[in-house]
């Protein structure tokens, strides 16, 4: 395993970090990533062997996740891993055929999966989503109609399947499905979506207008895709947590690097007890920060699984990205004015900060639900 990180380090340092900026201001990164990352295993770390992936701890995904982080681009991992949040429903729950069918090739980088749950009038609020799919007979064979919108969609306009949830039965949580739809659908429009930071990240509006997709692409049970897209948010927030911290890092060490070399008043900026302070918190948050995540990930290891570690976490995303946006912040104003020009990684990460404490659910959701499962 230890070869295949030091392989994907120089792949990050030779393939990935020279291009971050440009692609950054093309507002996207080449596709033939995908294939490159594929080949190199990146997609598939942590997924079947049968599937074409390989198995692993949640501790190697994680660690995988970090030294991509090193680019200092959350755009481009939440692009080209957007299958981390797509696939697990498919894999968990979907039938042997309808994975087989998608999944090896996803992970191949030959196929671009993409989850969509969020909706124009609510995105944390899963339980009253409104997009609807309707069972039809198409030409004598049963086929589910959607109709409906999805919003803030990432990999949305690249994607060849997306991960869709649908309000199949009553109204609540107890009437929700997810159905894998083809990117070609025709019915479906996709639009491209202008964002604060994440610039080469593909994020996208869906529209589905009488789309048609065969009822064999339905994931699990019919009205029971509540808890399936629930599962998937645990997973989603420990990625978050864990991107923020690597993130945090980023800025830190960006931050040093300038302290330690930039002179200011015929010392280094470092020796200003000021900027010293600022380097010395940064670090303690990332240190305290690293060891919940840590604990986190062990409890999971030994099967620990509760509402208390759910509960956790919840609150450990808040922790994680509250720790990237003080670090950013920091980074930035240590650097003074280059830390506000484009082509820093601080000043990248600090347009980015926002998108982690919303993405997989906003703090205030994170704490209520933390709260309920606490049982306080």
């Known amino acids: 395993m230890e070869d295949f990180f030091n392989s994907v380090e120089r792949f990050v340092k030779e393939q990935i970090t020279p291009h971050i900026n440009d692609w950054d201001e093309a507002g996207e990164f080449p596709k033939s990533l995908y294939r490159t990352a594929g080949e190199l295993g990146l997609l598939g770390l942590g997924y079947p062997e049968e599937l074409g992936g390989f198995e692993c701890s949640l501790a190697d995904r994680l660690k995988l996740s970090n030294l991509i982080c090193k680019a200092g681009s959350g755009g481009l ?175 830190f060490e960006e931050a040093l690097d300038w302290a330690q070399n930039r002179q200011t008043f015929g010392r280094r900026l470092m020796d200003h007890q000021v900027i010293a302070h600022k380097l010395a918190d940064m670090r303690m948050r990332i240190r305290a920060t690293e060891a919940w995540f840590d604990d986190t990930l062990a409890r999971i290891d030994r099967g620990d699984i509760s509402d208390q570690l759910i509960a956790d976490i919840c609150l450990l995303k808040n922790m994680a990205t509250q720790t990237m946006q003080h670090c950013a912040g920091e980074a930035v104003q240590i650097l003074g004015g280059m830390g506000f020009m484009r082509g820093t990684k601080s000043e990248r990460i600090y347009r980015e900060t926002k998108v982690m404490s919303i993405g997989g659910g906003a703090e205030e959701i994170m704490k209520e639900l933390a709260i309920r499962q606490l049982k306080w």
Request: hydrophobic content about 45%.
């Open 77 to 251: 991992l939440a692009g080209l891993f957007s299958h981390n949040i797509g696939l697990p429903p498919l894999i968990n729950h979907g039938s042997e055929a309808l994975v087989q069918s998608i999944a090896p090739a996803v992970l191949r980088g030959e196929l671009i999966s993409a989850l969509a749950i969020t909706e124009p009038t609510g995105g944390s609020d899963v339980a009253n989503l409104k997009t609807r799919a309707d069972l039809v007979q198409v030409e004598g064979q049963p086929h589910y109609r959607i109709n409906g919108e999805k919003v803030f969609i990432t990999s949305g306009v690249r994607a060849d399947w997306l991960t869709v949830a649908v309000r199949t039965g009553e109204p609540g949580a107890k009437g929700i499905s997810v159905i894998m739809v083809p990117g070609d659908s025709k019915g479906l429009t996709r639009t491209p979506l202008k964002k604060m930071g994440w610039w080469m990240s593909d994020t996208a509006a869906l529209h589905f207008q009488d789309v048609l997709v065969p009822a064999s692409n339905l994931v699990g049970v019919e009205n029971k895709g509540f808890r399936i897209v629930m599962e998937n948010f645990n997973t989603e927030r420990l990625m978050l947590s864990g991107a923020s911290v690597g993130f945090a890092r980023v800025c």
